[in-house]
């Protein structure tokens, strides 16, 4: 490479670095709810017969919403419209989700009546056709009858809640009413001035949601006709100081000019949260020194420098996260430590081909320059490394698109990953690596590059190479049998659908003292709930998680009370909710989403490869999905969104590693060699075999780490992956490779058509 090239790459290079390094410096993370702790409430808003619930509307509605949690005294609440009718409430902090679903998703039309006198029977609250209605009287248990409204919440100004020291009558809720709402005050008040005392007459009646919240009556020193000037008054009704706040909040909110309905629901402690960071930044740190170990006793000096470059990732990739805003959830973390696997991946591809190239250069010649094998070997590794990124970049994409709440994390981290892994290992690398190489102490000591031999494995590959296309039928029999054995735990054991997928309530509680798994079942049992799933994890099972059909406050409460009788006082640590309706629609994404990545990664093999190459591959990676799926049906272990990022992630990792086996094989034919195309198979798995397994090893150190200290959620979620990390080597060596000898024997790929013979001119010229 001529060294002004050198050095442009040099200072781009140096530049990225600083600049990442100074947005990790300067710059905090955007934390998810489930890394700080709070609550998630998905909110639906719902046609009326005067109202469509169009985008319009929803933004009207957002905004009423808005007033109502900067009511709640919330730090950094997050509200933001989803498609055409749905809300995303997000509450730092909140760990009582019933309050803030009370709160923030009633009706709440304030109402201001004269009271005409009391009632014998109420029609059911609803206002007759002149406007009148009957209400419970809150302070004498009758009913009163309420003239139409005087007034509506749109005329107050607005509502505080306030401790009266004075008066003695405990929280109250200030009102200051707009101009000509303070008109219609004085007026409503200056004729129920004229009534003699004690005359229900005398009351104007507050309504909140057909319920009468105050009907006090006009003081004596109010004169008749004038009524109380100053565009204020109070509410009061013996509240508790939460009760004021939260009617303030809905009363200065205004009404929703649609209802709501509640979709989602989540909560969880800032406990969880900070133990999830620490264990994902722990098995990150583990992770990161066991590849970069493994990698440096590989390719020592190479190695050492990927290690490097490995580290500089970490940085890029955080810094991109952070600089982009985007919120880092617990899945993310997981495809942020993740993605440390998928960046050991180019290095390898490079440095295997790299000993590949030195050694056909011979060894004077590449010691002389031992830049010139590296060099190739960077330019032969980029259609493979382009290749399995842009397979895995494809089941990123399709989780951003179709997955909800935090598992969206995971693919804005995965997809930020992958696009800094390339720019480490195709640039930082290789920078590194070129510099390294041209020491004269370097070149006097071949050994040290890593380059000098071709390693234990392809030595022993090279001496007697695998027979394994001849025996293809026994391979699909294998392959046959475990799917078999996987389809049948699908059937008799059930996949074990999260709350996401079929509706309910998944509440994990922390005790306070170790509970049995039967015991806090059969607590559960007794409180009415059977067939609630109830797991005890955890510290000798202080981790109670239940799994309910039913979605009600009054349904978790009863369980809260009956997990307490068993096992001393519980605290809730996690709390999700999902309407049917909603699980109905994320099973419908869930399956879309994995339909489109079979389909995306077949159009795009189909694209770089011929058809029977991109069959045998997208083949080979349906059969490790069926297999991840028959695995958690035999565990019964839940599939959720998380789940379905684990399963994404296996599609892009099993095509990625059926893609580099594959294209070595295509470049084995292009050779022009006329050995059968069993032998070239048999070839190119020998080839490839030691960056398989050497990528393989770098991705089982992460996930490993993460399945001991992730916790639960995230336990799933390695097992899940390691699952598919472990089928996908396999399957690209017994399935993909088989089927693709199998499909081109059937399908040959046509012959190229001789060139025209050329001719020439009379004047000798080549026409």
Same mark, same amino acid.
């Given at each position: 490479?001529?060294?002004?090239?050198?050095?442009?790459?040099?200072?781009?290079?140096?530049?990225?670095?600083?600049?990442?390094?100074?947005?990790?410096?300067?710059?905090?993370?955007?934390?998810?709810?489930?890394?700080?702790?709070?609550?998630?409430?998905?909110?639906?808003?719902?046609?009326?017969?005067?109202?469509?619930?169009?985008?319009?509307?929803?933004?009207?509605?957002?905004?009423?919403?808005?007033?109502?949690?900067?009511?709640? /005294?919330?730090?950094?609440?997050?509200?933001?419209?989803?498609?055409?009718?749905?809300?995303?409430?997000?509450? &730092?902090?909140?760990?009582?989700?019933?309050?803030?679903?009370?709160?923030?998703?009633?009706?709440?039309?304030?109402? +201001?009546?004269?009271?005409?006198?009391?009632?014998?029977?109420?029609?059911?609250?609803?206002?007759?056709?002149?406007?009148?209605?009957?209400?419970?009287?809150?302070?004498?248990?009758?009913?009163?009858?309420? #003239?139409?409204?005087?007034?509506?919440?749109?005329?107050?100004?607005?509502?505080?809640?306030?401790?009266?020291?004075?008066?003695?009558?405990?929280?109250?809720?200030?009102?200051? !009413?707009?101009?000509?709402?303070?008109?219609?005050?004085?007026?409503?008040?200056?004729?129920?001035?004229?009534?003699?005392?004690?005359?229900?007459?005398?009351?104007?009646?507050? +309504?909140?949601?057909?319920?009468?919240?105050?009907?006090?009556?006009?003081?004596?020193?109010?004169?008749?006709?004038?009524?109380?000037?100053?565009?204020?008054?109070?509410?009061?009704?013996?509240?508790?100081?939460?009760?004021?706040?939260?009617?303030?909040?809905?009363?200065?909110? /205004?009404?929703?000019?649609?209802? =709501?309905?509640?979709?989602?629901?989540?909560? +969880?402690?800032?406990?969880?949260?900070?133990?999830?960071?620490?264990?994902?930044?722990?098995?990150?740190?583990?992770?990161?020194?066991?590849?970069? =170990?493994?990698?440096?006793?590989?390719?020592?000096?190479?190695?050492?420098?990927?290690?490097?470059?490995?580290?500089?990732?970490?940085?890029?990739? $955080?810094?991109?996260?952070?600089?982009?805003?985007?919120?880092?959830?617990?899945?993310?973390?997981?495809?942020?430590?993740?993605?440390?696997?998928?960046?050991?991946?180019?290095?390898?591809?490079?440095?295997?081909?790299?000993?590949?190239?030195?050694?056909?250069?011979?060894?004077?010649?590449?010691?002389?320059?031992?830049?010139?094998?590296?060099?190739?070997? !960077?330019?032969?590794?980029?259609?493979?490394?382009?290749?399995?990124?842009?397979?895995?970049?494809?089941?990123?994409?399709?989780?951003?698109?179709?997955?909800?709440?935090?598992?969206?994390?995971?693919?804005?981290?995965?997809?930020?990953?992958?696009?800094?892994?390339?720019?480490?290992?195709?640039?930082?690398?290789?920078?590194?690596?070129?510099?390294?190489?041209?020491?004269?102490?370097?070149?006097?000591?071949?050994?040290?590059?890593?380059?000098?031999?071709?390693?234990?494995?392809?030595?022993?590959?090279?001496?007697?190479?695998?027979?394994?296309?001849?025996?293809?039928?026994?391979?699909?029999?294998?392959?046959?049998?475990?799917?078999?054995?996987?389809?049948?735990?699908?059937?008799?054991?059930?996949?074990?659908?999260?709350?996401?997928?079929?509706?309910?309530?998944?509440?994990? $509680?922390?005790?306070?003292?170790?509970? #049995?798994?039967?015991?806090?079942?059969?607590? +559960?049992?007794?409180?009415?709930?059977?067939?609630?799933?109830?797991?005890?994890?955890?510290?000798?099972?202080?981790?109670?998680?239940?799994? =309910?059909?039913?979605?009600?406050?009054?349904?978790?409460?009863?369980?809260?009370?009956?997990?307490?009788?068993?096992?001393?006082?519980?605290?809730?640590?996690?709390?999700?909710?999902?309407?049917?309706?909603?699980?109905?629609?994320?099973?419908?994404?869930?399956?879309?989403?994995?339909?489109?990545?079979?389909?995306?990664?077949?159009? $795009?093999?189909?694209?770089?490869?011929?058809?029977?190459?991109?069959?045998?591959?997208?083949?080979?990676?349906?059969?490790?999905?069926?297999?991840?799926?028959?695995?958690?049906?035999?565990?019964?272990?839940?599939?959720?969104?998380?789940?379905?990022?684990?399963?994404?992630?296996?599609?892009? $990792?099993?095509?990625?590693?059926?893609?580099?086996?594959?294209?070595?094989?295509?470049?084995?034919?292009?050779?022009?060699?006329?050995?059968?195309?069993?032998?070239?198979?048999?070839?190119?798995?020998?080839?490839?075999?030691?960056?398989?397994?050497?990528?393989?090893?770098?991705?089982?150190?992460?996930?490993?780490?993460?399945?001991?200290?992730?916790?639960?959620?995230?336990?799933?979620?390695?097992?899940?992956?390691?699952?598919?990390?472990?089928?996908?080597?396999?399957?690209?060596?017994?399935?993909?490779?088989?089927?693709?000898?199998?499909?081109?024997?059937?399908?040959?790929?046509?012959?190229?058509?001789?060139?025209? &013979?050329?001719?020439?001119?009379?004047?000798?010229?080549? =026409?």
């Amino acid at each position: 490479m001529p060294p002004t090239a050198v050095l442009r790459r040099a200072l781009l290079a140096l530049a990225v670095v600083a600049l990442a390094l100074w947005t990790a410096l300067t710059t905090q993370p955007r934390l998810g709810l489930d890394l700080r702790g709070g609550t998630r409430i998905v909110l639906e808003t719902q046609d009326t017969p005067a109202l469509r619930a169009d985008a319009e509307a929803t933004d009207r509605a957002l905004e009423v919403l808005r007033k109502r949690v900067d009511g709640l /005294g919330v730090a950094e609440p997050s509200l933001a419209r989803a498609g055409e009718n749905r809300i995303v409430v997000e509450l &730092p902090g909140l760990r009582d989700p019933r309050e803030a679903a009370e709160v923030i998703g009633r009706t709440a039309q304030l109402t +201001v009546h004269a009271v005409t006198g009391t009632a014998a029977a109420a029609p059911g609250g609803r206002p007759a056709a002149d406007g009148s209605r009957v209400l419970a009287d809150p302070d004498g248990g009758g009913l009163l009858a309420l #003239a139409a409204p005087a007034l509506t919440g749109d005329g107050v100004k607005s509502a505080d809640a306030v401790l009266d020291t004075t008066g003695g009558r405990g929280w109250t809720v200030d009102l200051a !009413f707009r101009d000509g709402a303070a008109a219609d005050w004085a007026r409503l008040t200056g004729e129920a001035a004229c009534a003699p005392a004690g005359d229900p007459a005398r009351r104007v009646a507050i +309504v909140l949601d057909d319920r009468i919240v105050s009907a006090p009556a006009v003081q004596a020193g109010v004169t008749c006709g004038a009524g109380i000037a100053g565009g204020s008054t109070q509410i009061t009704g013996g509240f508790s100081a939460e009760e004021a706040r939260d009617l303030a909040a809905l009363v200065e909110g /205004g009404a929703l000019p649609l209802p =709501v309905t509640t979709l989602e629901q989540s909560t +969880v402690g800032p406990t969880l949260g900070a133990d999830a960071i620490r264990a994902s930044a722990l098995a990150a740190v583990i992770g990161l020194a066991c590849t970069g =170990v493994f990698v440096i006793v590989v390719y020592r000096l190479l190695g050492l420098l990927a290690t490097v470059a490995l580290l500089l990732y970490g940085l890029l990739s $955080y810094a991109a996260v952070v600089a982009l805003g985007a919120t880092l959830t617990l899945p993310g973390l997981a495809g942020f430590v993740l993605a440390v696997g998928i960046a050991v991946d180019a290095n390898v591809l490079v440095f295997e081909r790299a000993r590949e190239e030195y050694a056909a250069l011979g060894r004077t010649t590449a010691v002389r320059d031992p830049r010139r094998p590296l060099a190739t070997a !960077f330019a032969k590794a980029w259609s493979a490394v382009a290749d399995s990124n842009v397979t895995t970049l494809l089941a990123a994409g399709l989780l951003f698109a179709f997955a909800t709440g935090p598992v969206k994390g995971f693919g804005v981290t995965l997809a930020l990953g992958v696009l800094a892994s390339m720019v480490t290992a195709m640039v930082i690398t290789r920078l590194l690596a070129d510099a390294a190489l041209a020491l004269p102490a370097v070149r006097r000591r071949p050994a040290l590059t890593g380059m000098a031999g071709l390693g234990r494995l392809r030595t022993r590959l090279a001496r007697r190479a695998p027979r394994l296309m001849v025996h293809r039928r026994r391979w699909y029999t294998v392959s046959t049998a475990l799917l078999l054995v996987a389809l049948a735990g699908i059937g008799v054991r059930g996949v074990q659908l999260g709350v996401e997928f079929t509706g309910g309530r998944d509440v994990q $509680y922390a005790a306070t003292r170790p509970v #049995a798994a039967d015991a806090a079942r059969a607590a +559960v049992a007794a409180a009415g709930f059977p067939d609630a799933v109830v797991q005890a994890t955890g510290d000798g099972g202080r981790d109670v998680t239940v799994r =309910v059909a039913e979605t009600d406050d009054s349904a978790q409460r009863r369980i809260t009370e009956a997990l307490t009788k068993t096992a001393g006082p519980v605290t809730v640590e996690r709390d999700d909710l999902v309407g049917p309706s909603l699980g109905g629609e994320l099973r419908t994404h869930a399956l879309l989403a994995l339909g489109l990545a079979v389909a995306a990664q077949l159009a $795009y093999l189909s694209i770089r490869f011929r058809w029977t190459y991109a069959a045998a591959a997208v083949v080979a990676m349906a059969q490790d999905v069926l297999l991840v799926v028959g695995l958690f049906a035999w565990l019964g272990k839940p599939v959720d969104s998380v789940f379905l990022a684990a399963l994404l992630t296996v599609v892009g $990792y099993s095509v990625n590693d059926s893609v580099v086996v594959l294209d070595r094989l295509r470049e084995i034919r292009r050779t022009g060699t006329r050995l059968p195309l069993a032998d070239l198979a048999d070839r190119a798995v020998a080839q490839t075999l030691p960056r398989t397994v050497n990528t393989g090893m770098g991705a089982l150190f992460v996930l490993a780490a993460l399945a001991v200290l992730g916790g639960d959620t995230l336990t799933d979620f390695s097992v899940a992956l390691l699952a598919g990390v472990v089928l996908g080597m396999a399957s690209t060596v017994f399935t993909a490779l088989p089927l693709t000898v199998t499909l081109e024997s059937r399908a040959p790929k046509p012959p190229a058509r001789p060139a025209k &013979p050329r001719t020439s001119d009379p004047t000798g010229a080549v =026409v």
